[in-house]
C-alpha cells in the first residue's frame, strides 16, 4: 500500500505540471490572437500618405547691376 501512496502523489504532481502547462498555452494563444487581430502595417513606398507641398512659381531674379556696371567691372553679361 505505501506504493500506492507515492504513485499518487506523483500523479499529482503531474497533473498540476499539465495544468500549469495548460495555462501557458492558453496565455499565448491570446496573445498571439490579439497580434493577429491588429492591422498589417503598409510597406508599399509608393503609396501617398499625406498630401505634397504645393509647388511654387519661380520667378528669376533681377540682376542687382546694371549692364553698363557689368561692362565696367569687366564680367560679360549672360
Do not use: W
Request: with cysteine; proline share 9%; hydrophobic share 35%.
Amino acid at each position: 500500500m505505501p506504493e500506492d501512496i507515492g504513485n499518487i502523489h506523483c500523479l499529482h504532481d503531474e497533473a498540476a505540471a499539465i495544468t500549469t502547462q495548460n495555462a501557458y498555452m492558453r496565455d499565448i494563444l491570446a496573445r498571439s490572437l490579439e497580434l493577429l487581430r491588429t492591422h498589417v502595417p503598409d510597406t508599399f513606398l509608393g503609396r501617398k500618405t499625406q498630401e505634397p507641398f504645393p509647388k511654387e512659381k519661380y520667378a528669376a531674379p533681377e540682376p542687382s547691376l546694371t549692364a553698363n556696371e557689368i561692362e565696367t567691372a569687366g564680367v560679360r553679361p549672360e
